[in-house]
C-alpha cells in the first residue's frame, strides 16, 4: 500500500488567494483526519470523516476553511481566502476504526 | 491547564543511555493513550499505545499512572536513531476519535 498520499508537498502562495490541499486515505481506512500543526499550538484535528461524511468540524478555525471528501478514496481543505497566519503543516491521517492513524507526509504551506 | 502537557526539553543524552519522559493530561476519564513519534520535518507515526498494566516493545517501554493522571516512556540503550521528538497523545472522554496532542518532547541522542 502506498499510504496516505497528500499533495502539493509544499505550497506558497499569496494573501487572498485561494489554496486546496489534497488527500487520498489507505483504501479500506473508514476514518479520514486533517490536522494543522504550527509550533506554537502543536497539532490541531481541524475536521474529520466517517465513511465520508463529515463528523465534527469544530476545529476548522473559521469560515474560510471548508472541507469535502466526495468519495471513500479522496478529501480536499480549501482555504479561500488565505492569510499569512494560516501558514502551517496541514497533514491528513486515516485509520480504520480500532487501528492506529497513518499520517500523510503532510503539505507545507506558506502565505506571503 | 492545558488537556496534554509535556517537558518540550530538548533532552540531550549519549549514546547508550536510558532516559524518559512525562507527560500529564487533564481528563481523568480519557482512556486511550499514545506515543508517537516526529522525525524533523515529517509526519508524526505511531511509537506504541500505553496499556494500564504497562507495555514494552524491544527498547522503548509506556507506562500509565492513572491516580497521578500521567504517562511515561522509558527509551533503554538510545541510539543515535531514536533522535527525534516524542508527542504523548490522549483521546478527549465522550469521542474515541478526537485525540489531544502535546507538544513534545524534543531528543538528540549524541555520539
Known amino acids: 500500500d502506498a499510504g496516505v498520499i497528500q499533495s502539493p508537498r509544499h505550497e506558497v502562495t499569496e494573501m487572498g488567494q485561494e489554496v486546496t490541499l489534497r488527500c487520498k486515505p489507505i483504501s479500506g481506512h473508514d476514518y479520514l483526519f486533517w490536522y494543522r500543526q504550527t509550533m506554537m499550538r502543536g497539532l490541531e484535528l481541524l475536521i474529520y470523516f466517517n465513511n465520508n461524511v463529515p463528523i465534527d468540524d469544530s476545529g476548522m478555525p473559521e469560515d474560510r476553511f471548508s472541507a469535502k471528501m466526495p468519495n471513500a478514496s479522496f478529501s480536499t481543505l480549501k482555504i479561500q481566502p488565505s492569510e499569512p497566519r494560516d501558514s502551517a503543516v496541514y497533514f491528513c491521517?486515516?485509520?480504520?476504526?480500532?487501528?492506529?492513524?497513518?499520517f500523510g507526509s503532510g503539505t507545507r504551506l506558506t502565505v506571503v | 491547564r492545558k488537556e496534554v502537557e509535556q517537558d518540550p526539553g530538548p533532552f540531550n543524552v549519549p549514546e547508550g543511555a536510558t532516559v524518559a519522559f512525562n507527560c500529564t493530561y487533564s481528563?481523568?476519564?480519557?482512556?486511550?493513550f499514545f506515543w508517537y513519534r516526529q522525525d524533523c520535518r515529517k509526519e508524526p507515526k505511531l511509537l506504541m499505545s500505553v496499556y494500564s498494566s504497562g507495555n514494552e516493545d524491544g527498547r522503548f517501554t509506556a507506562q500509565l499512572n492513572r491516580a497521578s493522571q500521567y504517562i511515561s516512556l522509558l527509551i533503554r540503550d538510545s541510539k543515535l536513531s531514536d533522535s527525534a521528538t516524542y508527542l504523548c497523545v490522549v483521546n478527549r472522554p465522550g469521542n474515541n476519535r478526537k485525540l489531544i496532542w502535546g507538544l513534545g518532547t524534543s531528543l538528540a541522542v549524541n555520539p
Open positions: 491521517a486515516s485509520r480504520r476504526t480500532e487501528d492506529g492513524y497513518t
Open positions: 481528563n481523568s476519564a480519557s482512556q486511550s
